[in-house]
């Protein structure tokens, strides 16, 4: 089993940034793919980014590309993801989740997630 817990999100203006945390407990974090997705009221879970057991891969959605970064510091078995020049399409709900199985991006395939933290962005 592994915990997962989301920090970091709130409310911003359009342009600003956040950066989200995912702290993880129980078994080996460095074992896992991490992922992070969104769900935005009335829409489905969405695939936002993702990152390799090492961080050596990073995978993104083309809405997010060159605006959003992943990273993981597996030494404090934390993961992240910083969000810049934010938009109100980016409000949502975001959720991090866990997956032993590499190269994997769909909601479907993670086997642990996190309750989720809000994000705000207004115009």
């Known amino acids: 089993q592994v915990q997962l817990v989301e920090s970091g999100g709130g409310l911003v203006q359009a342009g600003g940034s956040l950066r989200l945390s995912c702290a993880a407990s129980g078994r080996t974090f460095n074992r896992y793919t991490m992922g992070w997705f969104r769900q935005a009221p009335g829409k489905e879970r969405e695939f936002v980014a993702a990152?390799?057991?090492?961080?050596?891969?990073?995978y993104y959605a083309t809405s997010v590309k060159g605006r959003f970064t992943i990273s993981r510091d597996n030494a404090k078995n934390t993961g992240y993801l910083q969000m810049n020049s934010l938009k109100p399409e980016d409000t949502a709900v975001y959720y991090c989740?866990?997956?032993?199985?590499?190269?994997?991006?769909?909601?479907?395939?993670?086997?642990?997630w996190g309750q989720g933290t809000q994000v705000t962005v207004s115009s």
């Open positions: 990152i390799s057991w090492s961080g050596a891969r990073t």
């Open positions: 989740a866990a997956e032993q199985r590499l190269g994997v991006t769909e909601p479907g395939d993670f086997s642990f």
